[in-house]
């Protein structure tokens, strides 16, 4: 057995997970020398939700960001998550816009590309992961784990199979909400590892108190990489804490290698990011402590955040159990997806609505109906046409591959967005996000008139000699 090695996840799931993702670069940037001296199999620092993050709420361009990190961090490689053809938005994107996406995104400093399908529906994972071969970066294909009546150890195993003869270079295990229980865990990995020859990725949450004991159990049947969190950020809806998995590990024959003492400057510094976030609020104490009810709910801890955030800016924090109680309904409704973004946030809403109207479906989101509508690909679990008839009337599903459907976008894109955008990467941010793009792109374009005219009134006052 070689050592196992260790993603870190700081930089995107961990704050992601614990603070609605929103670490700003300069919090980051005194961490970035150390993160980069402890010897990671890669930093995860992108992707996800951090991009509409940055521009949303930030102010920041998720592209600098990227390049800011590789800069700081030459000896490390970088790794991101990508929603499949959904890329990092909630909805699917054209063929050409995966391809130019997925190749800026290698170009900006990505060495590793996980991706995954919020149903695994792998026809929309497959433009990604060619066009990450194509531009010489790591393809990880994922499966997105869950438990109901439709998915089994049987089935994740096929799923793995064919994510290999994709191409995939290594597969993760994606378990977004902590449900793998560490005999589960064994079971799984070596049923995985008896079927493919690609390297094996765990990724998992705290949320129910079963992290760390998975990962050891899917060590022992021959797990090749976890994903950890420093200390500071980690637990509760995070991963479980790479400090604690280093030293269990340490002395045995799966020692990671990797030294503490490399860790701590890093540590230190993201101690007093967490230490501003609870003062001021911004991470709750429902996303810290254990939550077994998790189990039963299957919210990821993404979801759970966001949900907290959602609820106490409506001032209904007090119905977040009845909601969680209608998230496995509304799950069941639509055909048993994994809640994993975006069908974690189309279950979310659909369960906050049915809650908060008190009335189940009297209100649903045009993402609901697309989920019914097959608009995002085929769901685990037949969805029973009744229901499907009680909210879509007589439309009919597709059962194509979504994308097909698809027109190219880029040309039209890049004419829209002209005024605005000053390099190609603003092109695609614009692609993702129009509206909030838009709005970023013309803060962007006040602060620099604002620079200009300091600079300007600066230059009036002090003459050439």
């Keep these: 057995m070689a050592n196992v090695k260790i993603t870190e996840t700081i930089l995107r799931d961990a704050h992601q997970s614990l603070a609605a993702t929103r670490m700003t670069f300069k919090m980051m940037e005194p961490a970035l020398p150390y993160l980069d001296q402890v010897g990671y199999n890669a930093l995860e620092c992108w992707g996800g939700a951090t991009f509409d993050a940055c521009v949303r709420f930030l102010h920041e361009d998720p592209w600098e960001r990227l390049r800011k990190i590789r800069k700081a961090c030459p000896h490390t490689k970088l790794q991101m998550l990508l929603r499949g053809q959904n890329l990092l938005g909630y909805k699917h994107y054209a063929d050409d816009v995966v391809d130019e996406f997925v190749k800026a995104s290698v170009a900006n400093g990505i060495n590793i590309i996980r991706i995954f399908d919020a149903l695994n529906d792998y026809r929309n994972i497959e433009r990604a992961m060619n066009a990450t ?15 109901s009546p439709y998915h089994s150890l049987e089935k994740f195993t096929r799923d793995c199979k064919q994510l290999e003869e994709m191409g995939a270079a290594s597969i993760c295990i994606k378990d977004m909400a902590g449900l793998l229980l560490p005999k589960d865990a064994y079971e799984l990995v070596k049923a995985i590892k008896e079927t493919v020859k690609v390297p094996i990725e765990l990724h998992t949450h705290y949320t129910t108190g079963q992290g760390s004991m998975a990962y050891l159990k899917a060590i022992e049947a021959g797990c090749d990489i976890i994903d950890t969190a420093l200390s500071p950020l980690a637990m509760g809806t995070s991963q479980p804490c790479t400090e604690a998995m280093v030293k269990a590990l340490e002395g045995t024959e799966y020692d990671t290698g990797l030294e503490l003492d490399k860790m701590i400057p890093a540590t230190e510094i993201f101690q007093r990011v967490r230490e501003d976030w609870i003062k001021s609020g911004q991470i709750s104490p429902k996303v810290l402590g254990v939550n077994i009810n998790a189990l039963r709910y299957q919210v990821p801890g993404g979801m759970l955040s966001n949900l907290v955030s959602q609820l106490k800016q409506a001032g209904k924090e007090d119905q977040l159990e009845a909601v969680l109680e209608e998230v496995p309904r509304v799950r069941k409704d639509f055909g048993y997806p994994p809640l994993v973004t975006p069908s974690s946030q189309i279950v979310g809403t659909q369960a ?81 996000f129009p509206q909030v793009a838009e709005k970023y792109f013309r803060w962007r374009l006040e602060q620099k008139h604002k620079l200009d005219n300091t600079v300007g009134s600066i230059d009036e006052v002090i003459q050439p000699v």
């Design 133 to 147: 071969i194509k531009a010489g970066a790591h393809a990880q294909g994922c499966i997105s784990y869950t438990t």
């Design 352 to 432: 906050v609505m049915n809650v908060v109207t008190g009335e189940r479906y009297k209100m649903v989101p045009n993402e609901s109906k697309d989920i019914l509508r097959g608009k995002y690909g085929k769901t685990p679990a037949p969805i029973d046409p009744d229901f499907i008839k009680s909210i879509l009337g007589d439309e009919q599903p597709i059962t194509a591959r979504p994308a097909d459907l698809l027109e190219p976008e880029l040309g039209h894109v890049r004419q829209e967005a002209a005024e605005y955008v000053e390099s190609d990467e603003d092109v695609l941010t614009y692609a993702m």
